[in-house]
């Protein structure tokens, strides 16, 4: 990750305390992590230094929905669009402001395609000027608990997958976790193209390459007319030091 400084305070954000201002992001930067026409930019936040008034600060509008949510909700989407916008000016796009559609999704400029992630105190956001993407999704994830993957698993894992998960606590957390990210990814790649809310067993995991960064899946019924039962895809993945994990995942 490269990391850049904050930009400038000046007068007109003065309203705002210095620590608020100055340690909401804390961290900033591309990744390289995935193919080469896809620019992403994380950061890492401060829920604690989060005010209002940065939205004003870094120019981002807030939508109403996102008004009444909880602080939490609103430092997240703040973060989001922060890197979003950030993404959007290394890809050389003048227009960097990204709105909130129908069932939350970000709408991106005309000709762009991507996706928004965040987990606690990162954000992290994905975008492409390649055509030929229908899709590009994008998540982050910390490494889940035996108690969330205990009440998650019926939910999130087929039969198959289920059986993959190791006895042992670390590399079984590590597993759920990476499957249950990449899966997440394929949802929001693929929303666009099926219209509608669908569920984890639509596609399962058929092999996991740690040497490449690949995960290889298959579509088990008919989510759209480019998306028939059966269709074999691939995902990508990376690990990140610090107990996290990042997929992501693109359709032509």
Known sequence: MIFYPQPELTSQHNALQAP??????LAEGSCDW??????????EFNPAHFVDALYEYYRIEIPDNICQSVIKRRAEFLAGRYCAGKA?????????????GAHSAPLWPNAITGSISHCNCCALAAVSL??????IGIDIENKISDTTIDRLNKYVLCAAETK????ERDARASLF??????KESFFKAAFAMVGRYFDFDAVTVLEIDHSTGKIHYKVNGSLADSL???TLLIGSFHFLPNNRVVTCVTLT
């Open 88 to 100: 959007l000016t290394q890809l050389g796009v003048s227009e960097t402001s990204v709105a909130i």
């Open 130 to 135: 390649n055509s030929g993407y229908r899709g």
């Open 34 to 43: 995935f193919a080469s026409d896809i620019i992403i930019y994380q950061c």
């Open 20 to 25: 608020q201002r100055a340690d909401f992001i």
């Open 228 to 230: 028939p039962a059966n």
């Open 177 to 182: 976790t990476l499957i249950f990210s990449l």
């Open 164 to 167: 993959w998960l190791p006895i």
